[in-house]
């Protein structure tokens, strides 16, 4: 009796242990594969220089930042957010006829298995250092026509110079906002819009001082937009 329990036991240690060392370790990965590229402890940038230098996007807030399930899948699809990369300064060229990208010097991003992904996904969820900022932000949903929020987003508070609200219309410099509901948690994008210096105090996007009405409404348009889009190509 004694000896098929000893076995029975040693048998499920090791099945334990074999299934931990299998399971994907976002930590290892994130050091591993991403941190090269991502600041994943903080802080942000102080200087204008630490911001050229940056290889892609700060993910030590990313637990304030995402909506988990879009990390998944884009993890695993990566597509293109910002459409002149990190830092659009490197990868845009003045012609004659205006701005364009030069697509030869941007490199596609790394793509993770679904296992990694969620591993992964679940560890930069818990990097959350910006709740304080988070806390100061009510989301309180509307019903906005598109004219009136284009008209916020466009002519009165001149967003559109930096981002595309479409995929080919709009600004290059500043990432693609016609996924941001997709991608980013609401009170994130009011957060931001609220204050960009708050998360990234060199970040290139100006504090327009946008009322609080304001902010609502453009992050209900930016909302919209997202729910507008959900054809499955993105
Ligand atoms: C060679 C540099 C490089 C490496 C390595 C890299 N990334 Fe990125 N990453 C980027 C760039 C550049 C962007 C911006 C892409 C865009 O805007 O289209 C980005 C964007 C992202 C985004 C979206 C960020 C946002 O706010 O838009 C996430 C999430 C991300 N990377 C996670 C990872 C993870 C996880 C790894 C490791 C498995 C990784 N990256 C490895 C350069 C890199
Ligand atoms: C001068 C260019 C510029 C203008 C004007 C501008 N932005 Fe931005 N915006 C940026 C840049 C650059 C970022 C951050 C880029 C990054 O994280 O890589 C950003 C980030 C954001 C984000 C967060 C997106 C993300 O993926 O993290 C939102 C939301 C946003 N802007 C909304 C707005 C709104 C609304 C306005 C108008 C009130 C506006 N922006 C005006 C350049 C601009």
Redo the contacts with the bound molecule.
């Keep these: 009796m004694k000896m098929i329990s000893h076995t029975l036991l040693a048998g499920i240690s090791f099945l334990l242990i074999t299934n931990q060392a299998l399971a994907a370790d976002g930590q290892a990965?994130?050091e591993k594969?991403?941190a090269?590229?991502?600041n994943l402890n903080g802080p942000a940038p102080q200087t204008v220089q630490e911001i050229w230098n940056r290889?892609?996007?700060d993910?030590f807030y990313?637990g304030n930042?995402?909506l988990q399930l879009w990390?998944v899948e884009?993890?695993q699809k990566?597509y293109?957010?910002?459409p002149a990369?990190?830092f659009y300064g490197l990868h845009i060229r003045s012609t004659p006829k205006g701005d364009e990208i030069d697509t030869s010097t941007l490199?596609p991003?790394?793509a993770?298995s679904r296992e990694d992904a969620v591993a992964?996904a679940d560890n930069?969820m818990q990097r959350h250092p910006h709740d304080d900022l988070i806390a100061r932000e009510t989301i309180t949903p509307f019903n906005l026509s598109k004219q009136m929020g284009e008209m916020a987003f466009d002519k009165f508070l001149g967003c559109m110079a930096c981002h595309l609200i479409e995929p080919d219309y709009g600004g290059l410099s500043g990432?693609e906002l016609y996924t941001a509901g997709r991608?980013l948690q609401a009170k994130y994008m009011a957060s931001y819009i609220r204050s960009p210096q708050a998360w990234d105090p060199k970040s290139w996007m100006p504090n327009k001082h946008v009322s609080d009405p304001n902010i609502q409404k453009l992050v209900q348009y930016l909302e919209n937009l997202s729910a507008e889009k959900s054809d499955g190509k993105k």
């Design positions: 990965i994130l594969q991403c090269t590229c991502h290889q892609g996007p993910l990313a930042k995402y990390l884009w993890l990566p293109r957010i910002r990369g990190e490199q991003h790394v993770l992964v930069l990432p991608r």
